[in-house]
């Protein structure tokens, strides 16, 4: 099923709701850099990748690697949301007995294909599929989500080494570029700057795009499917904790769960609850 533009802004939105209501209820969870990604999450799930959740471990499928892996929420909500597993497992978040832990865990979650947190080794495994795709002369494309504070590990450019040595075309990363990290900008902590100029140096393929533009999203995905000999790496300029007014560009709400009263409000926000 494809799905328009307004569409997809209908599940974006619900996606956010989704991330605020289980965070609160976990009273744990990194909100901001959940809702800057949830419309390329979005659009990921619902409009570009081969994914089903039926079977969720097709060796046909296209695959996602979420490299910054304490962004999990939005994750688990696009999965629900698709139908990998009942939303209520979305209220589950951290519980001691929950499949829904603080970072993704493919032993446990349908649809999850690489467990991540440590920063840098996202982007890795990522590499490693898009290679073994390669060699097995499959179809199937690789996606990756990175944080611009996770620019900051030497092992995201070792893998981007690799990933332009093997021309792995088949590989697509997003890098979250909401400038600001939990220590605060990211200028101000240890600079990435100039991180379009870095990857065209590492050989890739590079688009700067609004983040939260659906149609600029999917064009520069388009583009990214037609870039042949190097991989691409998507520069999405986004607004850490979108959609919630009083989360946005604040890196306090980098791992701050929201209270009752503050979930409501960006409820509210947002247009109520699912």
């Given at each position: 099923?494809?799905?328009?533009?307004?569409?997809?802004?209908?599940?974006?939105?619900?996606?956010?709701k989704?991330i605020?209501?289980?965070?609160t209820?976990?009273?744990?969870?990194?909100?901001?850099?959940?809702l800057?990604?949830?419309?390329?999450?979005?659009?990921?799930?619902f409009?570009?990748?081969?994914?089903?959740?039926?079977?969720?471990?097709?060796?046909?499928?296209?695959?996602?690697?979420?490299?910054?892996?304490?962004?999990?929420?939005?994750?688990?909500?696009?999965?629900?949301?698709?139908g990998?597993?009942?939303?209520?497992?979305?209220?589950?978040?951290?519980?001691i007995?929950?499949?829904l832990?603080?970072?993704?865990?493919?032993?446990?979650?349908p649809?999850?294909?690489?467990?991540?947190?440590?920063?840098?080794?996202?982007?890795s495994?990522?590499?490693?599929?898009?290679?073994?795709g390669?060699?097995?002369?499959?179809?199937?494309?690789?996606?990756t989500?990175?944080?611009?504070?996770e620019?900051?590990e030497?092992?995201?450019?070792e893998?981007?080494?690799?990933?332009?040595?093997?021309?792995?075309?088949?590989?697509?990363a997003?890098v979250?570029?909401?400038?600001?990290?939990?220590?605060g900008n990211?200028?101000?902590v240890?600079?990435?700057?100039?991180?379009?100029?870095?990857?065209?140096?590492?050989?890739?393929?590079?688009?700067?795009?609004?983040?939260?533009?659906?149609?600029?999203?999917?064009?520069?995905?388009?583009?990214?499917?037609n870039?042949?000999?190097?991989?691409?790496v998507?520069?999405?300029?986004?607004?850490?904790?979108?959609?919630v007014?009083?989360?946005?560009?604040?890196?306090?709400?980098?791992?701050?769960?929201?209270?009752?009263?503050?979930?409501?409000?960006?409820?509210?926000?947002?247009?109520?609850?699912?």
């Open positions: 099923m494809s799905y328009n533009t307004n569409e997809l802004k209908a599940i974006s939105t619900n996606v956010r989704d605020v209501t289980m965070i209820e976990s009273k744990s969870g990194h909100p901001g850099g959940s800057s990604i949830a419309d390329i999450m979005t659009t990921l799930y409009a570009e990748m081969n994914v089903d959740p039926k079977n969720p471990k097709d060796e046909n499928r296209d695959r996602f690697v979420l490299s910054k892996g304490h962004a999990a929420p939005v994750l688990y909500s696009v999965l629900a949301e698709k990998y597993f009942p939303k209520e497992e979305l209220m589950k978040l951290r519980k007995d929950s499949i832990q603080g970072h993704p865990n493919m032993n446990y979650v649809g999850v294909d690489m467990s991540t947190g440590s920063l840098g080794q996202g982007i495994t990522a590499v490693g599929m898009a290679l073994a390669k060699l097995d002369n499959k179809e199937y494309r690789v996606y989500v990175l944080g611009d504070g620019l900051e030497g092992q995201v450019w893998a981007a080494m690799c990933a332009a040595q093997y021309k792995l075309d088949n590989l697509t997003f979250d570029y909401n400038k600001l990290q939990i220590d990211l200028w101000d240890v600079s990435p700057e100039p991180i379009a100029d870095k990857f065209v140096a590492f050989n890739w393929h590079v688009i700067a795009i609004d983040g939260h533009d659906f149609d600029a999203i999917k064009n520069a995905l388009e583009e990214a499917k870039t042949k000999g190097k991989p691409t998507i520069v999405a300029n986004t607004i850490k904790g979108k959609g007014s009083f989360m946005e560009n604040q890196c306090a709400w980098h791992g701050t769960a929201p209270s009752a009263q503050q979930c409501s409000d960006a409820l509210a926000e947002l247009g109520g609850e699912n």
